[in-house]
C-alpha cells in the first residue's frame, strides 16, 4: 500500500479525536441508562413493567453494539495514520478522495468499491 502524501493528517486526526471523544461520551450515557434499567427491572413489581424495562435494555444493547463499532473504525483510523496508510483504499490502493474523508474520516474504501 502507498503512502498518501497531499492531505493534512493533523487535520484529520483533530476530527477522528472528536468523534472518538464524542462516542466514548455516548456509550458511556447509554452504559448508564442500561444499568439504571437493570436495576428497575430488579426491583419491579409488575410483569408488563418489567417486559418494557426489557424491551428498552435491548434497544440500549444494540445502541451499545453500534457505538462500539463506530469507535472500532475511528481506532482503526487512527492507527492507519500512524501508519501512513490512511487516505488509501483498503480494496484497490488507490487515494479516497479528500471529500470523502471529510465527511466520513474512518472511511477505508472508496464509494464505488462498496
Same mark, same amino acid.
Given at each position: 500500500m *502507498? $503512502? $498518501? /502524501? @497531499?492531505? #493534512?493528517? #493533523?487535520?484529520?486526526? =483533530? !476530527?477522528l479525536l472528536e468523534q472518538k471523544a464524542r462516542l466514548e461520551k455516548e456509550l458511556e450515557g +447509554? #452504559? /448508564?441508562e442500561t444499568r439504571e434499567l437493570d436495576e428497575a427491572a430488579d426491583t419491579a413489581d409488575d410483569t408488563g413493567d418489567v417486559s418494557v424495562l426489557d424491551a428498552q435494555n435491548a434497544v440500549d444493547q444494540t445502541q451499545i453494539r453500534r457505538i462500539r463499532a463506530e469507535? @472500532? /473504525?475511528v481506532e482503526a483510523a487512527l492507527k492507519r495514520i500512524e501508519e501512513g496508510t490512511y487516505g488509501i483504499c483498503e480494496k484497490i490502493g488507490k487515494p479516497i478522495p479528500v471529500e $470523502? !474523508?471529510? =465527511?466520513?474520516? =474512518? =472511511? $477505508? *474504501? !472508496? +464509494? /464505488? *468499491?462498496e
Open positions: *502507498t $503512502r $498518501r /502524501e @497531499d492531505s #493534512d493528517f #493533523d487535520h484529520f486526526k =483533530a !476530527l +447509554v #452504559d /448508564e469507535l @472500532d /473504525e $470523502r !474523508l471529510e =465527511a466520513n474520516p =474512518a =472511511a $477505508r *474504501t !472508496l +464509494v /464505488e *468499491t
